[in-house]
């Protein structure tokens, strides 16, 4: 069976959460089954296998988990990208902005050198402007940004438009 079967079988939408309007994509039911979650990370990892990354830089906080196993299975480090207060050492941050209002990352200051190779790893590749602000984060460190994974991509938000140039791979498209 093919990874986006696996995917279409388990991921749970959940109509209005967290807020009206929001059909959230629940990927816990593949975190709890073994098999599953192998073969997406394997099919996460793949793409990165021969890139010369040196680096995941994994996004709060679902992508903790599949950043995590991505670097393990690459046997390299991962950075945390976090939300503001939570890394305890000096920062860089980034404000982006939101439909409505702004939000706000930040990553360690010595988390990235210029000899980094990065990719960037989250579960949902929505309206892009996650992953545009984090790879604004690597681009103002020095590091090359190598690409993006992400397990889904709801294609009707146009996401991938906003991260230029950059390899973005993902497991499963929504329409
Ligand atoms: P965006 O910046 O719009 O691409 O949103 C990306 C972030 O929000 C990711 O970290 C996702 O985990 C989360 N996210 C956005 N939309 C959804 C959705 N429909 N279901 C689950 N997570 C989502």
């Not at 046997?75 to 207060?85: A, F, N, S, T, Y």
């Amino acid at each position: 069976m093919a990874v986006q079967d696996t995917l279409a079988r388990l991921i749970h939408d959940v109509p209005d959460f967290p807020k009206p309007g929001i059909v959230f994509k629940d990927i816990t039911p593949v975190l709890a089954d073994g098999d599953a979650l192998r073969e997406v990370v394997d099919a996460l990892a793949e793409p990165w296998q021969r890139a010369g990354v040196t680096c995941i830089l994994g996004i709060e906080s679902r992508g903790f988990i599949f950043g995590a196993a991505v670097a393990y299975s690459l046997g390299i480090g991962l950075e945390l990208v976090r939300k503001p207060g939570k890394l305890p050492r000096r920062t860089n941050g980034i404000t982006y902005d939101l439909e409505y209002g702004t939000d706000h990352l930040e990553i360690h200051a010595d988390a990235l050198t210029a000899d980094s190779r990065v990719a960037i790893i989250d579960d949902v590749l929505a309206t892009g402007g996650t992953a545009e602000a984090v790879g604004k984060l690597v681009e103002r460190s020095g590091a090359t940004l190598c690409g993006y994974g992400f397990v889904l991509e709801l294609d009707f938000l146009g996401g991938r438009k906003r991260l230029g140039e950059s390899m973005v791979h993902t497991l499963a498209h929504i329409g």
